[in-house]
């Protein structure tokens, strides 16, 4: 540790990627989603557009034509930017259920062999809370039967 650094807590997490196939697959479904309403959205506007231009009979105006086209491609830009903002929120957002998950998985791996003196300890914010405490709860159980 640096000195004059704070002290850091003794449950941090060093790496957000701590369950990479179960937070692809959340980052994905998440990502699928937003192409999906692009899709949906893009397209409402261009069916918009284009009713908007033949009432009007500008459909063979360039500048009509060109600000269609436009819309295209701001709404692509946007989505790229959305796209890299989904990922860094998908991560995030996983982070706090996939590192509960290999928490929980590792004390039953050793309540599993035998071994009940575990305590899990999660973070503030993570989920799967009520989930740890009944696995404390049952290990204390299984080690006062032990003695």
Same mark, same amino acid.
């Given at each position: 540790?640096?000195?004059?650094?704070?002290?850091?807590?003794?449950?941090?997490?060093?790496?957000?990627?701590?369950?990479?196939?179960?937070?692809?697959?959340?980052?994905?479904?998440?990502?699928?989603?937003?192409? @999906?309403?692009a899709?949906?959205? $893009?397209?409402?506007?261009y069916?918009?557009l !284009? &009713?908007?231009? *033949?009432?009007?009979?500008?459909?063979?105006e360039?500048?009509a034509?060109?600000?269609?086209?436009?819309?295209?491609? @701001?709404?692509?830009?946007?989505? $790229?930017?959305l796209?890299?903002?989904?990922? !860094? &929120?998908g991560? *995030?957002?996983?982070h706090?259920?996939?590192?509960?998950m290999?928490?929980?998985?590792?004390?039953?791996?050793?309540?599993?062999q035998?071994?009940f003196?575990?305590?899990?300890?999660?973070?503030?914010g993570?989920a799967?809370?009520e989930l740890?405490?009944?696995?404390?709860?049952?290990?204390?159980?299984?080690?006062?039967?032990?003695?």
């Amino acid at each position: 540790m640096k000195p004059g650094a704070a002290p850091q807590p003794p449950y941090r997490r060093r790496r957000y990627l701590v369950n990479p196939p179960f937070q692809y697959r959340m980052v994905g479904v998440m990502l699928l989603l937003l192409l @999906l309403q692009a899709v949906a959205a $893009l397209t409402s506007v261009y069916l918009a557009l !284009w &009713v908007t231009l *033949r009432t009007f009979g500008q459909t063979h105006e360039p500048l009509a034509v060109a600000q269609l086209s436009t819309v295209g491609i @701001l709404v692509t830009l946007e989505m $790229l930017l959305l796209s890299a903002f989904v990922i !860094w &929120v998908g991560i *995030r957002l996983t982070h706090k259920v996939a590192g509960p998950m290999v928490r929980i998985n590792a004390a039953l791996q050793q309540m599993a062999q035998g071994n009940f003196d575990i305590h899990i300890k999660l973070r503030k914010g993570d989920a799967l809370v009520e989930l740890a405490e009944a696995i404390n709860h049952l290990a204390d159980s299984l080690r006062a039967r032990r003695a």
